[in-house]
């Protein structure tokens, strides 16, 4: 069965700290991986997306990198704010089908 | 995201009513998706559309039946709603044609059924 799994389930930090979210999969093949943030009483909104020959891609603050091999892929937040208290999903687009596969997400807290 | 709009945003029904979920779209995009997201799982996909007369079952479509009106409107019915179908619902649309065919989500609807 094709899954995403992510961890930590939930995190909280401080303003300012960095932090490290996790997503393992197993989907095979896919063409792409994208990390979602999804605010509290909003939907989910696309932050990076990575092709599955890519290695890191950034947008600000935000850091997503993929390990093809062992089938990783993680979130870094530099710099952390109040912010970016949110959920954050993994999402893999299946090579064939064009069929997405979200994982649970990731609930970050920023503490002042 | 104000291009995509769902109605209503809040609704309380009972077990065995009828209920409606709307979603428009002003992006101009042909594809267009409705998922349910329960705590501690990833969104479910219950329907999905390519186009007008284009209508496909996703993972968890029983008890769900949905309506495409026009290209900038897709509809979710629960014909006869019961408890485990509380959630929140999204409705998304994307074009396949740019980023990666990048889905981009609505506000949510939160159903409690009763």
């Known amino acids: 069965k094709n899954q995403v799994e992510q961890s930590p389930q939930s995190l909280i930090i401080l303003e300012g700290k960095n932090c490290t979210l996790q997503?393992?999969?197993?989907?095979?093949?896919?063409?792409?991986l994208r990390w979602y943030k999804q605010d509290t009483g909003r939907g989910p909104v696309s932050l990076t997306i990575?092709?599955?020959?890519?290695n890191t891609k950034s947008n600000g603050r935000y850091t997503a990198t993929l390990d093809a091999d062992t089938k990783q892929s993680s979130l870094h937040i530099t710099a952390s704010q109040l912010s970016d208290s949110a959920s954050y999903i993994c999402?893999?687009?299946?090579?064939?089908?064009?069929?997405?596969?979200f994982g649970a997400g990731t609930i970050l807290r920023v503490k002042s | 995201d104000a291009d995509v709009t769902q109605t209503p945003r809040n609704r309380i029904t009972k077990t065995g009513k009828r209920i409606m979920l709307e979603c428009s779209q002003t992006?101009?995009?042909?594809?267009m998706y409705w998922y349910r997201q329960d705590p501690g799982l990833g969104l479910q996909l219950i329907y999905y559309?390519?186009?007008?007369?284009?209508?496909n079952k996703g993972e968890i479509s029983d008890g769900y039946s949905v309506s495409r009106q026009a290209q900038a409107k897709f509809s979710l019915s629960l014909e006869s709603a019961i408890p485990n179908q509380t959630a929140l619902y999204f409705c998304?649309?994307?074009?396949?044609?740019?980023?990666?065919?990048?889905?981009?989500f609505g506000p949510g609807t939160r159903l409690t059924v009763l």
């Open positions: 999402v893999i687009n299946m090579e064939y089908g064009n069929k997405l596969v």
């Open positions: 990575m092709t599955f020959s890519e």
């Open positions: 998304a649309t994307s074009d396949p044609l740019r980023g990666y065919n990048e889905q981009f």
């Open positions: 992006k101009g995009h042909d594809r």
């Open positions: 559309s390519f186009d007008v007369k284009d209508i």
């Open positions: 997503c393992n999969y197993t989907v095979s093949p896919f063409s792409n």
